[in-house]
C-alpha cells in the first residue's frame, strides 16, 4: 500500500483579493502528498466559517475538531518577496490527544504548526512514523495589532531529539540565526531552504548543497509546505538525502507557478520534469 502522510497543524484562510481561499501548512502538505499517490490525513482544529467540503481536499481524510475561531492570514509581499503577515484569527491548540488511535501507525508524520498550536509531546505519539517538522509557527508571535514577528523556538529542544528531520527557511531563523547549530545537534537531518538560492542539507557533520528548479514565481505562500512534504515521501522512499532534496525542489518549483494551492503538481508532472531537466 503507499504510504500514510499524517500532517497536524491547523488548516487556516489567507485573505485574497475575492475573499478567503484554503491555506495552512497541513493543507499544503496532504494536497501535495495525495497528489504525489500517498494516503493523506490531517489532524486540524477549525471554527465554524470553515468550509470542510471543499473540492481541493477530495481524497484526504480530515480529523476536524471545534474551535471559536478559525486561523486567519493577510499575506503581503513586496517586489523583493518580503513577506509580511496579519494574523486575524486564531484556531485551539492541538495535543496528543486529537490524534486519532490508528494514525498513530502513520509512516510519515509531519508537525506543521502555524501558531505554535501543536503541542510538543506530539511528537511522541507514533510508532514507527518518518517524522518531519516544520517551525515556523512555533517561530511566531504577534501584538495587538496583529502583525506577526518573529520569535525564539521555546520548546525546540523537547521536540527536536524525537524528530527525523526539521525543515526551515531563512526567514524562519532571521531572528536567531545562531540558533541552526543547536538544532544540527538536536536532530538527525536539517534542511535550511534559501528559495530561489536552493538548500543546505546537514547530515551527521555532512553539508549538502542542492540547487532550486527554476520556476516563474506568481505565489510562494505554501512553498516551503509543498517542498517539506515532497522531502519526507521521497526521503521514506529512498533513504537518500540527494534525491529527496531534487524531488522536492522539482515538486516546490510547481507550487510558486500558481496562487495558492491551485500550483501543486501530480507525481506525473514532477517526473516529467525532472527528466528534462
Known amino acids: 500500500m503507499p504510504p500514510l502522510f499524517l500532517a497536524i497543524g491547523h488548516f487556516c484562510y489567507d485573505v485574497a483579493q475575492d475573499g478567503y481561499v484554503l491555506g495552512g501548512g497541513a493543507a499544503y502538505a496532504t494536497i501535495t502528498a495525495r497528489n504525489l499517490g500517498c494516503r493523506a490525513c490531517a489532524v486540524t482544529a477549525v471554527g465554524a466559517n ?10 484526504i481524510d480530515v480529523s476536524y475538531h471545534e474551535s471559536p475561531e478559525t486561523t486567519i492570514f493577510d499575506n503581503r509581499y513586496s517586489l523583493d518577496g518580503e513577506r509580511q503577515q496579519l494574523i486575524l484569527g486564531v484556531s485551539g491548540e492541538l495535543g496528543r490527544h486529537h490524534i486519532p488511535t490508528q494514525w498513530n501507525n502513520a ?19 507514533f510508532n514507527h512514523a518518518l517524522i518531519g ?25 523537547a521536540v527536536l531529539p524525537q524528530a527525523d528531520v526539521l525543515i526551515l527557511s531563512e526567514a524562519d531563523i532571521a531572528a536567531c540565526p545562531e540558533d541552526l547549530e543547536m538544532y544540527i545537534q538536536w536532530t538527525r537531518i536539517v534542511v535550511l531552504t534559501k528559495g530561489k538560492r536552493g538548500a543546505t542539507l546537514y547530515e551527521n557533520g555532512r553539508i549538502l548543497e542542492s540547487a532550486a528548479y527554476p520556476a516563474h514565481e506568481v505565489d510562494p505562500t505554501g512553498a516551503g509546505d509543498v517542498f517539506a512534504a515532497a522531502f519526507l515521501i521521497k526521503y521514506h522512499e529512498t533513504r537518500s538525502p540527494q534525491a529527496a532534496l531534487n524531488f522536492a525542489h522539482c515538486t516546490a518549483s510547481f507550487a510558486v507557478e500558481g496562487h495558492g494551492t491551485i500550483g501543486i503538481p501530480t507525481l506525473d508532472q514532477v517526473n516529467a520534469r525532472i527528466r528534462k531537466i
Do not use: N
Open 50 to 59: 470553515f468550509d470542510r467540503q471543499q473540492p481541493i481536499l477530495d481524497g
Open 107 to 125: 509512516d510519515i508524520a509531519y508537525l506543521c504548526p502555524l501558531t505554535g498550536e501543536v503541542d510538543s509531546p506530539v511528537v511522541q505519539c
Open 133 to 157: 517538522v516544520t517551525p515556523q509557527g512555533w517561530m511566531r508571535a504577534w501584538d495587538e495589532s496583529r502583525h506577526v514577528r518573529p520569535k525564539r523556538w521555546h520548546t525546540a529542544e
